[in-house]
C-alpha cells in the first residue's frame, strides 16, 4: 500500500523548497563547475580507490623489476603525480564540500519554514478546537436550562391539569 507519490503531490512537498531555488551556488552551475563537482566526489568512491592502488601497485612492480625505467626508485614521477594529483583533488573537495553546504542550507531553510507552516497550521487547528469547544459549552448550558424549562413547564401543566380535574370533578 506504499505507493510512491505522484509528480504533482512531489511538487507540492518541494513547495517549501521553491523560494530558495534562486540561489545559486557559490561556483555556478556551468559545465566546469558541474564536472569538477563529479570528480570531487569520485575521489571518494571505492572505484577509484581501487584502481588508484592498482595503477600504483602496476607502476612500481614494473619500475621496480626493471619491465619500464621510465620511473625508477625513488620514484619520484610517482611522487611528482601524487602531489599534481593533491593539488588540484584538495580545490576539487572544497569546491564540492562548499556546493554541497550551500544545497544543505537551501534545504534546511526550506525544511525549516515547512516547520513553522507546521506548527502554525498546529495553532490554528488547536484554536478552532477551542473555539469549537466553548460554542459546545455553551450549547449545552442552553440545552440544560430549555431541559429545565421544559421540565418545569411540564410539571405546571400537570398542576394545572390537575387542578383543572379537581375543579370539573368537585362540581359534579
Known sequence: MDSKPTPSERKKHNR???PHLHLAPVFGNDWFALKA??????FGTPTFLVGQTLIVGIWIILNAIG????????????NLAFSLQAAYAAPLILLAQTRQADRDKAHADADAEHREDLAHASEQRQL??????????????????LTEL???LSERIQTLTQ???RHITEQH
Open 37 to 42: 563537482e563529479a570528480f570531487a566526489r569520485f
Open 150 to 152: 421544559t421540565k418545569s
Open 128 to 145: 478552532l478546537a477551542n473555539e469549537q469547544n466553548v460554542r459546545l459549552l455553551e450549547l449545552m448550558r442552553q440545552n440544560t436550562e
Open 67 to 78: 619491465i619500464f625505467h621510465f620511473d625508477v626508485y625513488p620514484f619520484i614521477l610517482l
Open 16 to 18: 517549501f523548497h521553491a
Open 163 to 165: 387542578d383543572v380535574h
